[in-house]
């Protein structure tokens, strides 16, 4: 096989209360790329569709990662790589990370899966650095792993999957709005309260319970972040009005999609998700800002393959 084209889906991470910790893959939201094996080595980015972005390898978070496995594992062969971009950048659905995994998925295929998962959210977590200044990956292994994610650690990097309850839905809107993760990283405190920190951690240990009982009226109880939301919600127009309408609707939770703009919702079924949309939409269509909404099945499976 000298070609290969994969769907790299979008991602939410934080899932409220784990911040830089959880993450979640979405199943109808994602870019494309073409990559393929070519007799001059190197990386080559050779078409970018959607979005302007750099075709230098070492600007673009697809090269860097691809750099960084190619780097590792020395070929004797090069890559060119087709971005077709439908993420777009700064949405708070890791945009960035579709990118710099789905590189490094590709070519782990061309070449016969060298690589295990997690050694691909290493490379990618390279990439990912290049937008965010600060190596994570709880946008990048939902992506590559699929389903729900926890990083365990990231020195050594450790990542977790768990299971997702059969009937969980997500639905999200995207203010078109940017929010940088570099800026809605400043405005977090550098310490916390321990009360809060005794909130969070419990928050997140009890979510981690619910998705392995498929305990809804948990997840619902456990969906709260006292530590990050409180500071980033104020780069988010109408944040407060999204979550209390969604909330009303039926949802068992409403926060902040990774760095923002982008407000997420967990929903029990879909009819529930589709009320949760109207009710995002209802608030954000008198704002005057354009937007847009999703309702997504929690993807399982992750990057994949396509024809």
Same mark, same amino acid.
């Given at each position: 096989?000298? $070609?290969?084209? *994969? ?28 990559? +393929?094996?070519?007799? @001059? ?40 790589? %087709? ?29 016969? +899966? ?13 990439? %990912? ?5 600060? $190596? ?41 709005? %940017? ?5 809605? +990283? ?30 809804? $009226? ?44 982008? *407000? ?12 949760? @949309? ?13 937007? $847009? ?15």
């Amino acid at each position: 096989m000298n $070609e290969i084209k *994969i769907f790299s889906p979008a991602t939410v991470a934080n899932v409220a209360c784990g911040f830089d910790v959880l993450g979640f893959c979405l199943d109808s939201i994602g870019d494309y790329m073409v990559i +393929r094996k070519t007799t @001059e080595k190197g990386i080559k980015i050779t078409k970018i569709e959607g979005f302007d972005l750099p075709y230098e390898t070492e600007k673009n978070v697809a090269g860097v990662s691809a750099q960084a496995l190619y780097n590792d594992l020395r070929p004797e062969c090069g890559f060119e790589i %087709e971005i077709h971009k439908k993420i777009k950048p700064g949405s708070g659905i890791g945009s960035s990370a579709a990118s710099a995994s789905g590189s490094v998925y590709g070519i782990n295929e061309l070449l016969g +899966r060298p690589y295990d998962k997690t050694q691909l959210t290493y490379f990618a977590m390279q990439g %990912e650095a290049i937008a965010s200044q600060c $190596e994570h990956a709880d946008n990048l292994a939902p992506g590559i792993f699929g389903g729900f994610t926890l990083v365990k650690s990231t020195k050594p990097l450790n990542i977790l999957s768990l299971p997702t309850p059969s009937d969980l839905f997500a639905t999200l809107i995207h203010p078109q709005i %940017e929010v940088k993760t570099v800026d809605s +990283r400043a405005v977090l405190p550098k310490e916390v309260p321990l009360e809060n920190a005794i909130t969070q951690w419990a928050n997140v240990g009890s979510l981690i319970h619910a998705f392995h009982t498929s305990n809804y $009226e948990l997840i619902r109880e456990s969906l709260i972040d006292v530590i990050i939301e409180p500071h980033r919600k104020k780069l988010i127009p109408h944040f407060d009005d999204v979550k209390a309408n969604t909330l009303r609707a039926g949802a068992l939770g409403c926060a902040i999609s990774g760095s923002g703009p982008s *407000i997420f919702a967990l929903c029990k079924g879909l009819e529930t998700a589709k009320q949760v @949309e109207k009710a995002m939409h209802n608030v954000y269509s008198k704002s005057g800002i354009a937007f $847009e909404t999703y309702v997504s099945k929690i993807n399982i499976e992750g990057i994949k393959t396509v024809k």
